[in-house]
């Protein structure tokens, strides 16, 4: 049961793609629309990194993570490296928990 769910979802995946492909010349859609598919892909983004930056298992994850990604946040708008935000993100996050800040 477990495969076929899995193959279902793969199928699914696979037809959505190929869709965007082949109907990419057939669908013609509005100015309006066009110009607002790509912010639409911008705020998706932010509102799944917010999630995932203020939220554990459906609860508050503490101050912890929020400050080491918006520490990230800062470095990357510096243009820091990317290895350099990521190593300074998850040390203030390490280092607040481990002074005992949740």
Do not use: Q
Not at 19 to 27: C, E
Not at 67 to 73: K, L, S, T
């Amino acid at each position: 049961m477990l495969i076929a769910v899995i193959v279902a979802l793969a199928v699914g995946t696979y037809a959505f793609r190929l869709a965007g492909v082949v109907l990419r010349d057939r669908l013609d859609l509005p100015e309006p629309l066009r110009r607002l598919l790509p912010m639409a892909a911008a705020a998706l983004l932010a509102a799944l990194a917010g999630t995932a930056a203020l939220t554990d298992s459906g609860a508050f994850a503490g101050i912890a993570r929020p400050v080491g990604v918006a520490v990230g946040a800062v470095l990357a708008w510096l243009k820091a490296p990317f290895i350099a935000v990521v190593v300074a993100a998850a040390a203030t996050a390490a280092l607040l928990r481990l002074a005992g800040i949740p």
